[in-house]
């Protein structure tokens, strides 16, 4: 599996909005749990948004619910993270992450490189 997703997502300020984007190949989105996380500094990383490889269910962090959106483009291979509403807690960096028939995107196998956003007061 390879990712190719952007070092840098953004500067913006809180209540703005963000789309990372994550470029993928080497698998099908069917077969993969494909999740988002993020790690702020001196926190661990937080899973904050993961698709079932099963039934394609969607789940939310508590703390992103209302506010992100996970999505998927079969046709150009990319992972998104539609960002909305943000606030300066969400600065962190970010990774797309995938996991082959997983269902709730912990224990994760591979991994892009993450995309570092920051949401300014």
């Known amino acids: 599996l390879r990712f190719s997703c952007r070092r840098w997502g953004g500067l913006v300020q809180a209540g703005g909005s963000l789309r990372l984007p994550c470029a993928t190949s080497?698998?099908?989105?069917?077969?993969?749990?494909i999740g988002w996380f993020r790690q702020a500094p001196g926190k661990e990383r937080e899973r904050i948004s993961c698709?079932?490889?099963?039934?394609?269910?969607?789940k939310y962090g508590d703390s992103v619910k209302g506010r992100f959106t996970i999505s998927t483009d079969s046709r150009k291979n990319t992972v998104y993270l539609q960002m909305n509403s943000l606030k300066p807690e969400d600065s962190a960096v970010y990774y797309c992450?995938?996991?082959?028939?997983?269902?709730?995107?912990?224990?994760?196998?591979?991994w892009g490189k993450g995309t570092e956003v920051t949401v300014s007061s």
């Open positions: 992450a995938a996991d082959f028939l997983g269902t709730d995107c912990y224990g994760m196998t591979d």
């Open positions: 080497g698998f099908t989105f069917d077969d993969y749990a």
């Open positions: 698709i079932n490889s099963y039934d394609r269910s969607i």
